[in-house]
């Protein structure tokens, strides 16, 4: 199929996080071996695995008609592309990363501003200049093939911009966080031109679509239970859901069943209070996507 919709699958730390998405979705990534372009289970799409890093200037010369790629190098490269959906998602955690300003502990640089004339050390480095130079802060920046925390820890720099999500590798190595530069998280990009083409928008329109409606599934559940009628005002009252919660009469009682989705930061409160106020027999069952 000549119009197959070309997507960039980020290499790294996102690849298994968004190959797992993709399955929620519908969609089975297959990587084998080291190949750079895996199968995937849809005849209108053409999978290419590449770094995050580079995602947004392939997508901008038309290498790739589409891509996922953090927000934060799309900014790195000044890419001029379409952002299609805002994804929050990672391997540790379901919200934004940061990158931040970090310095030891002991450090006398409390603000950005005390750095003037030293040395920060980053993967970031374009992004890391254009801040400081903005704000009229002299610094040297200069780029981290990895191991960015140990720089300071070793006296190569000053400071360190670095992404994080927890803050727990910085802490580990003996830093603090001075400062936020900027949050981050996942973004579906596409062409500029590539999105005028209606077949090929539609088909990225799809993705967006369920990619959202499973990262969505995952911050809610579905529950399910009986309750009498004498307690069906009183439960009902309590259950928040995305309309009404679904009330159904049982055969030939006075029982109903009552059915409904919430958050899941909320179901360990909210079951005790349900079986307190008369609810029997509470199901709680997970939910690939919301739409």
């Known amino acids: 199929m000549e119009n197959k919709l070309k997507l960039g699958i980020p290499k790294g730390s996102l690849q298994n996080a968004t190959i797992e998405l993709f399955r929620r979705s519908g969609w089975k990534i297959d990587v084998s071996g080291r190949s750079y372009f895996p199968e995937i289970n849809d005849d209108k799409i053409e999978c290419a ?5 580079e995602m947004s200037r392939y997508v901008e010369n038309k290498t790739l008609d589409a891509g996922l790629t953090g927000k934060d190098w799309i900014a790195e490269n000044k890419s001029d592309v379409y952002v299609v959906a805002d994804l929050v998602y990672s391997k540790v955690s379901s ?7 970090a310095v030891p502990y002991d450090s006398p640089i409390k603000r950005i501003e005390d750095l ?13 200049r254009r801040y400081f130079a903005d704000r009229g802060i002299d610094v040297i920046v200069e780029f981290s093939w990895g191991a960015t925390e140990a720089k300071v820890v070793s006296g190569l720099a000053d400071a360190i911009v670095e992404v994080t999500e927890t803050e727990s590798t910085i802490r580990a190595h003996g830093l603090k966080v001075i400062h936020e530069l900027m949050q981050t998280n996942t973004q579906l990009i596409a062409n500029h031109e590539v999105w005028k083409n209606a077949e090929k928008r539609e088909k990225i329109e799809q993705i967006a679509l369920l990619l959202k409606g499973a990262l969505l599934g995952e911050k809610l559940v579905g529950l399910k239970m009986n309750v009498p009628e004498k307690s ?3 439960i009902v009252s ?3 859901s995305l309309n009404a919660p679904t009330v159904a009469s049982l055969y030939q009682t006075e029982w109903f069943s009552v059915e409904t989705v919430v958050g899941t930061h909320v179901v360990r409160d909210l079951v005790p209070e349900l079986l307190r106020n008369g609810a029997e027999g509470i199901i709680e069952y997970p939910l690939n996507k919301v739409m």
Do not use: H
């Open 232 to 234: 069906l005002e009183k």
């Open 49 to 53: 695995i590449c770094r995050a890093q």
């Open 116 to 128: 003037k004339g030293k040395k920060i050390s980053t993967e970031l480095l374009d992004f890391t």
């Open 95 to 101: 919200r934004p990363a940061r990158w931040v300003l």
């Open 238 to 240: 309590m259950l928040p």
